[in-house]
């Protein structure tokens, strides 16, 4: 019986890996729509995400069966819980994908813009937080999803920046402030999908430790040590 | 020991509720805070957004708490479950609130624009849209929750049609490119606030009937009746 559950769970683990990955995967190729002006990629990451959407609907099910017939306690309990609050912000990361690539779409229609931004760079370190945080379930590493937790503040810091600098282009540049402001909007789901990619971490460190670190690391106010 | 249990899930009801205002006032007063330049009303909305975040981890860890204790079934599974999803919306709906609170500290330092959008018109449709959900919840109608979902469109369409009036009026007046964009990420924030209360509106029907209407009802796919 009891080995019976654990394959239900490894079965949950399997899928909701699966879901990181497409949803990890939907933003990198988002991305790359727009770096390399590829609309085709743009309108794969937009179909795909009904892909996305069914995976979702699906691990919640699985979820939802294991709460009912397994009454499962402690870390099983919490693990289950978190797996839908996960599966929740993932599914939200291939919504910001899509966002994304429709902005390709438009952008890709028009002249390019030379920018004074690393568009990349900014969507490198939020791809890369989603991937540590997969990475930190797998490995079931409250350090490490701190890191991927903490690693917010830099794509915040890129946020700001990089806002201005479109402004300040915008202002100089007034035939470019409709191409700039889809610029803008990217950049905001990029800092989205940053915030969801903390919410996941945040997540595995409470079904790994039970312990809660939701609105309490920010401002330095937890270091990895101390988790 | 029923009733003992029936007691806790009316607490935990109780406790939603009185989170659901708390999100949903502070979505009023950032919209005020920015419509009548009202900087002391943005300040309290940040600062309470503490309180928003304090209720969210209580609520969470009462729901935690009736799954271990009581390892419910069937509607009542259903309840905590979806509970503890409303609870992560509404605290998001929140932080919409503090991003709004934000951008008008930022724009009632400098002099007023006259805007050709109708900001009130798009909050107040957000903003309804929670409301009906947090009624829908109370009253456990899947219906009102169905018709709070089906308003999302509406803010969709005034969302792309404000931000294109705002290109326009860029355009025209360059000094004036920094505070538009404050207002585009101030209706971008009030999409958002829209997009969570439909998900707390989903929560919600799947509470109460058991289905699932998730990426189901956009474009026509699902009407009142069919709930």
């Known amino acids: 019986m009891v080995r019976q559950f654990d394959r239900e769970l490894a079965d949950l683990k399997m899928n909701l890996l699966r879901m990181a990955e497409a949803a990890e995967q939907a933003g990198q ?3 790359a729509s727009v770096l390399n002006r ?11 995400d009904l892909a996305i959407n069914d995976m979702e609907l699906e691990i919640d099910e699985q979820c939802l069966k294991l709460l009912a017939l397994r009454q499962p306690l402690a870390k099983d309990l919490r693990f289950i819980t978190a797996a839908m609050r996960i599966n929740a912000d993932l599914e939200r990361i291939g919504d910001q994908a899509v966002n994304i ?10 002249p390019p813009l030379k920018l004074p931004i690393d568009l ?3 969507a ?3 791809l890369e937080m989603v991937c540590t945080s997969i990475e930190a379930f797998v490995h079931q590493d409250p350090q490490l999803a701190v890191q991927a ?3 917010d503040v830099e794509v915040d810091t890129l946020d700001d ?10 202002l100089k540049d ?3 402030v409709g191409r700039a402001l889809h610029y803008i909007i990217i950049i905001r789901n990029i800092e989205r999908i940053a915030d969801l990619a903390t919410n996941v971490a945040e997540d595995i460190v409470f079904f790994v430790e039970g312990k809660v670190i939701k609105h309490r690391y920010k401002d330095g106010m937890l270091s990895t040590q101390s988790v």
């Open 161 to 170: 920046e990089y806002i201005n600098k479109l402004l300040n282009f915008m």
């Open 124 to 126: 490198d370190i939020a």
């Open 29 to 31: 190729h988002s991305i």
């Open 101 to 110: 690539a429709e902005r390709a779409l438009e952008l890709n229609q028009r």
């Open 120 to 122: 990349k760079k900014m």
């Open 174 to 176: 007034t035939p470019a």
């Open 38 to 48: 590829n609309s085709e990629l743009a309108k794969e990451v937009i179909i795909g």
């Open 149 to 151: 937790c903490q690693r």
